[in-house]
Antibody, heavy 119, light 107 residues
């Protein structure tokens, strides 16, 4: 069974940093692209970042460019999101999602980890 | 950036009835459109990709249609487990993969 399990969320002050992790199992992690997608409380979905299977290609949403860094460790079957200079508007549930059957789609998704940015 | 509009915002239906959800793109996305289902407290789940192809394990009562700028998700006979929020997402101009605001299907 394909599983994605996020961790590392929590409460952080504005300007602070946090590192999210996503542990993958049940599939050959090294052959799939991965993404982070977030959802602010009571709001819709926003794609955050993409990383190709070998880390050769990386993309970010304009809203996080220069502040967030995506990375992966294929040996550990893990995806990461380093978040710096956090703002109140970064408060959201962060999901990791595997690249879906079409480039740009997402399937499946993890259960998410909540990041709250507040003083 | 391509903007997706979903209608209606809320759709009230009874179990066994047919539900039709719409998604409109501000410019053509060809057939590069997906639909996701999200139940309260759960992660989204991919239902449809390529505008009309059901994802693995998705029941046949879910169908997608359309191309260009107009798309439809149809649930032929609503089951109790289908009450959820449904999002469309375009990936024609990707990144970013923009999502619509969602349609809530409730009883």
């Amino acid at each position: 069974e394909v599983q994605l399990v996020e961790s590392g969320g929590g409460l952080v002050k504005p300007g602070g940093s946090l590192r999210l992790s996503c542990a993958a199992s049940g599939f050959t992690f090294s052959t799939y692209s991965m993404n982070w997608v977030r959802q602010a409380p009571g709001k819709g979905l926003e794609w955050v970042s993409y990383i190709s299977s070998s880390s050769s290609y990386i993309h970010y949403a304009d809203s996080v460019k220069g502040r967030f860094t995506i990375s992966r460790d294929n040996a550990k079957k893990s995806l990461y999101l380093q978040m710096n200079s956090l703002r109140a508007e970064d408060t959201a549930v962060y999901y990791c999602a595997r690249g879906g059957p079409h480039y740009g789609s997402f399937d499946p998704w993890g259960q998410g980890t909540l990041v709250t940015v507040s003083s | 950036e391509i903007v997706l509009t979903q209608s209606p915002a809320t759709l009230s239906v009874s179990p066994g009835e047919r539900a039709t959800l719409s998604c409109r793109a501000s410019q053509t996305v060809s057939s590069n459109l997906a639909w996701y289902q999200q139940k309260p407290g759960q992660a989204p789940r991919l239902l449809i990709y390529g505008a009309s192809t059901r994802a693995t394990g998705i029941p046949a009562r879910f169908s997608g249609s359309g191309s260009g700028t107009e798309f439809t998700l149809t649930i032929s006979s609503l089951q109790s487990e289908d009450f959820a929020v449904y999002y469309c997402q375009q990936y024609n101009n990707w990144p970013p993969g923009t999502f619509g605001p969602g349609t809530k299907v409730d009883i």
